[in-house]
């Protein structure tokens, strides 16, 4: 069983950054889609970021130019650059891996992104 552990969410000011790391009990070579999502409270879960076979990176409108998604597959390790922080950014993040046939098929426990005015 793959497990995925997200981790580096907090408290932050707004117009600030912080980075989330998601890591992999195994190698994230074989994940063709890894992703970010965030879950706010009354909210539907949305899809932030996602990286599709290693060439294609898509982010939602609400954080292009903010935030970027990355990995480093030495590590098993995806991240997540959050900069320039809003309020609207708080929320639970959580991490997703899988394949192209089914790219949701592991997820993270989440970690709460909490960002004050």
């Known amino acids: 069983q793959v497990q995925v552990v997200e981790s580096g969410g907090g408290l932050v000011q707004a117009g600030g950054s912080l980075r989330l790391s998601c890591a992999a009990s195994t190698s994230i070579d074989s994940f063709a889609v890894v992703g970010w999502h965030r879950q706010a409270p009354g909210k539907q879960r949305e899809l932030v970021a996602q990286i599709i076979t290693s060439t294609t990176t898509y982010y939602a409108d609400s954080v292009k130019g903010r935030f970027t998604i990355s990995k480093d597959n030495a590590k098993n390790t995806v991240y997540l650059q959050m900069n320039g922080l809003k309020s609207e950014d708080t929320a639970v993040y959580y991490c997703?891996?899988?394949?192209?046939?089914?790219?949701?098929?592991?997820w993270g426990q989440g970690t709460q992104v909490t960002v004050s005015s």
């Open positions: 997703s891996m899988g394949t192209i046939r089914a790219a949701y098929a592991y």
